[in-house]
Nanobody, 127 residues
């Protein structure tokens, strides 16, 4: 079992920056991929960025060049640096992890590929 706790959300103006953190605990040695997802009010959950244990990353097109996902193995932490944020980035952001399944060339960004989830942290971007 893996437990995930997000932090760092808040309110920020358009064009500003925010860093989200996710602390993992439990059987973290078995985790192969981690990712950030978001869900805006009335919309489906969508993948934002993913990272494989060896550091390979993937991003949703709308955040490429603005968001950066990173990990710190020794601290069991996952980060999402969000720069030049936009009002459409407003959502609940979730940290996710998976310890099952096969090998992917790039980290998957589909919710059904992940089996552990945090409770989420709210990000609100004002114009």
């Amino acid at each position: 079992q893996v437990q995930l706790v997000e932090s760092g959300g808040g309110s920020v103006q358009s064009g500003g920056s925010l860093m989200l953190s996710c602390e993992a605990s439990g059987s973290t040695y078995s985790v192969n991929y981690m990712a950030w997802f978001r869900q805006a009010a009335g919309k489906e959950r969508e993948g934002v960025a993913g990272i494989r244990r060896d550091g390979v990353t993937s991003y949703q097109d709308s955040v490429k060049g603005r968001f950066t996902i990173s990990q710190h193995h020794a601290q069991n932490k996952l980060y999402l640096q969000m720069n030049n944020v936009r009002p459409e980035d407003t959502a609940m952001y979730y940290c996710a992890a998976v310890d099952r399944g096969g090998y992917y060339s790039y980290p998957p960004l589909r919710p059904d590929e992940y089996n552990y989830w945090g409770q989420g942290t709210q990000v609100t971007v004002s114009s």
